[in-house]
């Protein structure tokens, strides 16, 4: 079994600046989630809720070798390896901020649209669809890649599929909206998660 809370300083520092970085993009995304634009229309579905819960419980999975008695690592990186995963959270975080503030008050948590609501296709958006998604789900596959543990990677599975689906709900829901002509050029050119697929 790994260390217990009390035993925080066990982790090396590479893992401790990785949730730290996470600790600090959670805080700062839940204070700008104030920013946004007056909602016209919000989707009412299920899937939402279902998304939401699967991505809420791979991140604890993703973190659930820091838990008291969590799972051992399988592998234990060398400082190296732990810097860089460091270095592409920071960057996973660093394109997703740079989304949301190039989206603007067009962002939602929900499925939603706003008022003046209308294609993004350009910045971070010229390169995928969603790259709030793409930018979290980059930070998480560095951390579970660092921590090393078999439930870091099932809690990215779930992590990946929980956006997936919001991701074809949200542009389900948007073709209905905006009209499926624009959206569909616009899927046609830009990848969803990854750029070109």
Do not use: N
Not at 94 to 121: M, N, P, Q
Not at 157 to 170: D, F, P, S, T, V
């Amino acid at each position: 079994m790994g260390p217990g809370y009390a035993d925080y300083a066990f982790y090396s520092a590479p893992v401790r600046a990785i949730v730290t970085i996470w600790g600090a993009w959670l805080l700062s995304w839940l204070i700008a989630a104030v920013w946004t634009g007056r909602t016209a229309i919000q989707l009412a579905s299920g899937w939402q809720f279902l998304c939401r819960l699967m991505v809420v419980v791979g991140m604890g999975l993703l973190f659930l070798r820091l838990a008291p008695r969590g799972p051992q690592a399988l592998w234990t990186s060398p400082p190296a390896l732990g810097w860089l995963m460091v270095a592409v959270v920071v960057a996973g975080f660093a394109f997703c901020w740079w989304a949301r503030l190039y989206i603007g008050r067009l962002w939602s948590s929900s499925i939603t649209l706003k008022e003046d609501h209308r294609v993004v296709d350009t910045g971070p958006y010229a390169l995928v669809r969603h790259p709030i998604y793409t930018g979290i789900l980059v930070a998480a596959a560095a951390t579970a890649i660092e921590l090393g543990a078999a439930e870091s990677f099932v809690g990215l599975g779930l992590m990946i599929l929980g956006y997936w689906i919001k991701a074809r709900l949200e542009e389900s829901f948007l073709r209905g909206e905006l009209g499926a002509e624009s959206y569909d050029a616009y899927a046609r050119r830009t990848g969803m998660l990854l750029p070109f697929l």
